[in-house]
């Protein structure tokens, strides 16, 4: 399996922005799709972004849409999420994984996870 490093989290202002990164060792699949979700302390887990590592489509969850990206680089076997203009409730431990064929958002179908990153947004 793959093996995840997340990084990047950290504490910011509201308004501010954060770019977190996904290192996955060796060389992923071409068909892997890789994402992002987060988990705020008794919430459920949640869908962040999905970006598939070959050809690069996304697709961003509604409640972050046009504030954060996902982009990759397949170079260097790592994946980011660029988050701006960051509120509050956004403040979880953000978990990148990666499956293999899956275009879903079920986190219960994706085998690999990193050990999270924690984002906190202050108001």
């Known amino acids: 399996q793959v093996q995840l490093v997340e990084s990047g989290g950290g504490l910011v202002q509201a308004g501010g922005s954060l770019r977190l990164s996904c290192a996955a060792s060796?060389?992923?699949?071409?068909?892997?799709?890789m994402a992002w979700f987060r988990q705020a302390p008794g919430k459920e887990r949640e869908f962040v972004a999905r970006?598939?590592?070959?050809?690069?489509?996304?697709y961003i969850a509604d409640s972050v849409k046009g504030r954060f990206t996902i982009s990759r680089d397949n170079a260097k076997n790592t994946v980011y999420l660029q988050m701006n203009s960051l509120k509050p409730e956004d403040t979880a431990v953000y978990y990148c994984?990666?499956?293999?064929?899956?275009?879903?958002?079920?986190?219960?179908?994706?085998?690999?996870w990193g050990q999270g990153t924690q984002v906190t947004v202050s108001s």
């Open positions: 970006i598939n590592w070959s050809g690069g489509t996304t």
């Open positions: 060796g060389r992923t699949a071409s068909s892997y799709v």
């Open positions: 994984t990666a499956a293999r064929y899956y275009s879903g958002t079920d986190p219960h179908h994706f085998g690999s």
